[in-house]
Each structure stands twice: as structure tokens, then as C-alpha cells.
């Protein structure tokens, strides 16, 4: 990475690498200086319309000049990916620092928490006033200088991205749940009282040592922070002053009008009242809590110590190199990308606070359109708004509900299973049977009885020529027979029926079925699928030449591995250990982006997205769009590690010095495809960096599931 550069920046070692974009340490060679470069991944960028976009938005944050909000000092595009260059910090993380508390079984002290909320409130209300919203407030966007000052990170990141990229999996929602508003995901307007309310939800962690919200998946988060009172901060702290507890409940109104005017109100509010608690400064309470006067702030580059009494936060050591220190989180994850420094300032006072006043309840009819959006997110599909061919469509009834989905069997989409639920049992001499219909009204296929189960009606249906059944069907039903039948077609008493949506269907069927630009013109998701299994048998071999000491044998399949990746029109592809063979895995498409070539990555990710913008997709269309894009996403951030990393192999000399990136490759290839139980709750979910290319497939399928109804 030494001979890198974007434009006059000299990357010097790269830093972090998210789902939305790269961070590189590099050099500035006008200025002599260490900076930090967040670079937009291409795929992202190539949206219409996004280059302007771009600069508007990095031309207001490079305005904003504020001591506690990283300094943004370039922005530009080079190769076509838009970069921004920073000022490089080294002193951690808030999330690290609430991580050592918690480690020693220990809560943040109130004046370590008022010191925080005054310097961010300060940047926050800053950025307000010149219509800067930040988005995505969360501990790994708070970072420390090393003198200990906090410094909000990324800000315009969320807004950048905002049009082309989907943070969850409702579509244009854009933060992080765990902190985000609930008109941020209702998605609705955003404003600066959206900003506040996720500063809040830090503020509950850093008093209590959680958030208030927790579920097993994104959406589940998210729909609590819409309809759910915040469990009361003194349930986890008993310590935590009752007029403490007023102010953060306050600041998590549902109602934005209900919240504080101001990011310094908030702060101030909260110094009052941890003083009303603490009349005279206490063990733990130094005095600076209570001081209305504006602090000073030195953020020198050489500024090498510690505050008083705050632990230091032992970083990950890169090798060969010195530790290292967050500078911002990668765009779209919460791991923190690596980096060094900045300058000084005097902080603004608070402004005077309104009194504390924590309504329980009050009227929020603007929340009831943006909450059953959300209600209708999470429930699925109810239906399609107007069925192909006059089929009337009509809500499910809360007696019979029908999902019909497609599965791999020993082919691609060769299975489909039917499950019913409320359908009474049929009288005596009638039976029910369900049906595939196809695209231009071919006869209907018998796909069998229904079969009663405690729970309800199912049914397995596998082609017997192993036909992808979704090339051929879009639409079901169940009707009503008699029994015995000797009639081959369906009778004319249908009891439910569902379709697929016809435009949106149009881009399923590039991610299951086919794609003309493809080899063999597979859908892109089965292609990333399997790819990256090609992918992970290479790297089982690539294992096996190492342990047996075959370095020959070692660099041609990191090779193969390589020229998988980046696609035979790849700037790296070709004979790259100089054997005079070309070794390949792969079909020649290549996973990311090359030359003329989309890549499956990026392949998946857009026509994931173009089902879920037709106009007629389902909100289970919707939500599974975004678990595409996301396990997508996760798949293209390692496949790029994993490419620099079979890179190094292939230009190796000897065994001793690949035995780390041998075994990393090997470790990648298998989570690429499995995807990584990062959180621990024994489930790999569809968010970043857990789910992998099986999710991929996994959720592509589900946008294809036909929900039926009961029939007019």
C-alpha cells in the first residue's frame, strides 16, 4: 500500500476497512502531515447523481470548524471513488472506554459523563445552527484525543450515503438502531431533535452500562424505540439520582417537540442535576462538572498524555508497526478504523436549561402513518396490491395466512414448501390442493394435497425434472377438490391465492434464475454463492500445500484465489507467482467490479435494491432487499481483505514469513461463505459482519416467498 495514493495523499497503511468505505493512514506532502482517508466504495458511488451529492454535503462538513468534531481537511474523487481527508486521532474510543468500566464491574462517574455531554452538546449545537445533521450518533463515532478531550467523528457520512446505501433492512432508514431515533426509523423526517435523541440513548449508556434497547434483530430494536417507554435508567444503576434519571428519560421522548431545545440544554440540564444531588463536590465529583465557563481545549499533535486518572486503552498492535488508535469507525459497522492527532479551542457555554418535565403520554398522531409502515415491515407481506390477470387480492384474515417458498432441493429453486394456517378442516368428500401458476397463464401444476399438521396445513413439492421453479411460476393457489378426483385441473372453488409482484419479480429473478451478462448466466446471488464455495475450497488447499510445506503449491492456489476475486478483467488479475500459467478458481466474472464486468458482489446488491424501489414491491420484499444488500456487503468487505492477503501470498519467497495471512485467508473464506457469529446469540443474522454469502442466497429467497390470501 505504500505506492498508493489518492491524489496528492501517499497512503502509508490502511486502517479499517466497513461495509461503506476504507479508511487509509497516508501522508500529505505540501503540509508534511499524518491524515486519515475514508474512502467511498465504488459500487456506492456509482449511483446517478452521486458525485454532486457527495461534494455538497463534504463541502458543509468541511466548514464546520469546531474543537470537538474531527476536522475535515480535502475531499475529492480519484479512480472514481470519492475520498475525504481528515485529521488523524489517537486516543480512543467512547465505545473502549465504557467497555473498561464494564470490564471492572464499574459505572462511568457523573463528571467524567457531564465533561462528555458538554463538549459534544457544544459540537452538536454548532453543526445545528449551520444545518448539519449528524445521523448516526453512537459511542464508535465519539473518539478521545490523547489528552482525553472527545471529538465527534463522521459526521456527513450518513448523509452522503443516505440516497444509495441501506443500513437496515427497512430500505432508506440510515443509522444504527441501537441509537437511532424513533422518526428515524419510522423513516421519517430527520432533524436536529433526531440527533438529540440519540445522544440520549449514550448518555443512558454511559450512566447505566446499556442501552436501553435490546432484541435479537435490527428491526425488533427498532420497533421498540417506536412503541416502548425506556426501562427506567435507575433499574440497572440504583446509584443514578432520581433528577439524573428525569434528565435522560427527557431526552428519549418519543415526541421530538417532548425532548430538550439543544444539545448544551441537555448537558446543562444534567449538570444541574447531578449538583442538585451533590451539593458539595464528592469523591468522584471534581469540580469541573459545575463550571458554566468555557473550557479550553489543547489539541496538540504531540500531546501524548493521558487526563488524570483515566485508564489508557490498550489498542490492537498491527505487525511490524506500533499500536494503533481509532480514528473513525468504518462506514456501516461498528468496528473503528485505526489512526493519530489535532488542534485547540475554547468550548461555548451552555445555554440556560428549561426546567425537566418527563411526560408520560401525549398524542402523536404524526406517528401513526410512519408506525404501520413499520408494523407492516416487520409482519411481511400481507399481500400483493394488485394481482396479474384480474386475481383479486384481499388482506389475510386473522383465521388463515399461507406462505409459499422457494428452495434449493438438488437444484436451484427446485423445491417449494407450503404452509397454512387457519383454513378449517374440509367436509367430508372434499380435499385441498394447492397450485403453481405460471407467467402467461399456462394450465396451473398440481403441487399436492395439504396435508393437516398440529399447527396447521404443509406441504413439499420438489420438481421431479429439478426445474427452477421460480424460473416458471409466480403466482399459487389452493383450492377446494373433491375426494376422490380424478380431474387433472384445478376446480373453479379457489379458497386462497398470492403473486409475485411482475416488476419487482423482474430483478429476483437476475438474483435466483438468470442474468444474461453472467457466465452461464446464473442470477447473481447464486453465482456469489457459488463462487465464494469455490472460493473456500481453494483456500482448503491452500491450507494443505502450506502444512505440507509445498510453497509452489502454496502461491498457486492463493493465485487461483486471487484471480477469483478480482475477475479476469481485474487490475491484478493474471499470472501473479510467475509460473507462466494463469491459475483461475473461478467462472472469470470475478466477485468485485472489474473493467466492464459487474462482479457478484455488486451485481447482488443493485438489483436487490431495484426489486425493493419498484413500485409495487411488498414490504417483505422490502425487508429482505435489505438482508441481501447487508450480507452482500459483508461478503465484498472480506473479499477485499482476503484478496490483499492471497496477494501477499502469491509474491512470497518462503513459508515462514505467509504463516499469519495463510491462516487469515484460510479463516475469511469460510466466513465469507457461513458468514460469523459476531454477537453471540448463536445465530448468524443479516448485519454487517455476521451474515455471509448462504445468508445472501438465504434472504433472496425470502424476497420471492408468495404470501396468499383468502379468496374474494
Known sequence: MADHSFGKYVVTQVLGRGGMAEVYQARDPVLDRRVAIKVIHPHLAADSGFGERFRREARLVASLRHPHIVQLYDYDVANGQPFMVMENLDGGTLKERLAEFRARGEQ????????????????????????????????TNILYTPGGEPVLTDFGIAKILSDV?????TGGVVGTPAYMAPEQAANGAVDARTDLYSLGVVLYEMATGRVPFEGDSPTAVMMQHLTKPPPPPRQFNPDLPEAVEAVILKALAKDPDERFASASELARAFRLAVRSAFPEPDEGQDGTLFEDAPTVVDRTEEATLAPPGRPSLEPPTAKGGPPQRPVAAPAGGDQPAWGAVPVGAAVPSAAPPAPVRVRRARSRRRWVVPLVVLLLLIAGAVGVVALRRGVPSSAATETEAATLRFRDGTAK????????????????????EAWLVGDHGERPVSIGLLSPTESGMKLVFTSPEGHNLLAEFDAAQITLEPSPDSNPLPSEKIVMRGALPPEALVHIRHLLVARQDTPGNVGYVVGLLKETQALQTRADALLVAFEAQDLRGLKQSAEAMANLIEGSEGEDYGDLDGNGIVADAGDGFGLLPNGQQTGYVQGAIEHARLASDQSDA???????????????????????RLRDLTLQITAADDLASVEGPVREAVSLATRIVNGQDLNGNEDIEPIPDEAGSLAALEHAQYMADITLTASD
Open 618 to 640: 411488498t414490504p417483505g420484499i422490502q425487508i429482505h432487499s435489505g438482508h441481501v444488500q447487508i450480507a452482500a456487503r459483508n461478503v465484498g468487505q472480506w473479499t477485499v
Open 165 to 169: 446505501v441501506q443500513f437496515t433492512m
Open 108 to 139: 462511568m462517574p457523573l463528571s467524567e459523563i457531564g465533561r462528555l455531554l458538554t463538549a459534544v452538546g457544544s459540537a452538536l449545537d454548532y453543526a445545528h445552527a449551520r444545518g448539519a445533521v449528524h445521523r448516526d450518533i453512537k459511542p
Open 413 to 432: 429453486n427446485d423445491e417449494v414448501t407450503l404452509f397454512v394456517t387457519g383454513l378449517p378442516t374440509p367436509e367430508a368428500g372434499t380435499q385441498y
